[in-house]
């Protein structure tokens, strides 16, 4: 009875790590993503600090998705603006070139101290390797007296 069981565990852990694709061949799930810190320094309010998350996954053999998570914490503010602008901009690239691009702009509220907004795109490819998510983020912070900057996110590494 214990090999029965044996076998079954391994036969689950082997199903999750494969996808099965629309033509019934199996291939390897394949995600990466990476992670940078952000800070803020707001005058006449409180700082605000957080991450932006890219990440890059192969859903199966002929679709790709990527996508990007930013969360950002903060003090509730009742008046006034945190930011005249605020847009992330996340590219799908393969060996280097942009294939895809999205802008995503984000308004973020004075209320509640945690504010996450999420966007993301699938592309269609069967071609193999090399395959990217990078990004920035272009803000402009209210009151600064500096106009538009930029922030350059951590590239995800590359996926099959």
């Avoid at 707001?42 to 998350?53: F, I, R, S, T």
């Avoid at 603006?81 to 004075?110: A, C, M, Q």
Wanted: aromatic fraction near 6%.
């Amino acid at each position: 009875m214990r090999k029965g069981t044996s076998a079954l565990a391994i036969a689950a852990v082997a199903a999750a790590l494969v996808t099965v694709t629309g033509s019934g061949t199996a291939q390897a799930a394949s995600t990466e993503c990476n992670r940078t810190s952000l800070s803020f320094n707001l005058p006449g309010n409180p700082d605000m600090e957080g991450y932006a998350e890219l990440c890059v996954s192969r859903i199966n053999s002929t679709t790709l998705n990527s996508k990007v998570q930013v969360q950002l914490e903060g003090v509730h503010i009742s008046g006034g603006k945190r930011f005249d602008s605020f847009k992330i901009i996340y590219h799908l690239e393969r060996n280097g070139s942009t294939v895809k691009s999205r802008t995503k702009p984000w308004d973020i509220p004075n209320g509640g101290r945690v504010h996450t907004t999420s966007a993301g795109f699938n592309t269609s490819s069967s071609f193999k390797g090399g395959w990217t998510t990078d990004g920035i983020i272009s803000y402009n912070i209210n009151n600064d007296g500096k106009g538009a900057m930029t922030k350059e996110l951590k590239g995800t590494p590359s996926i099959r």
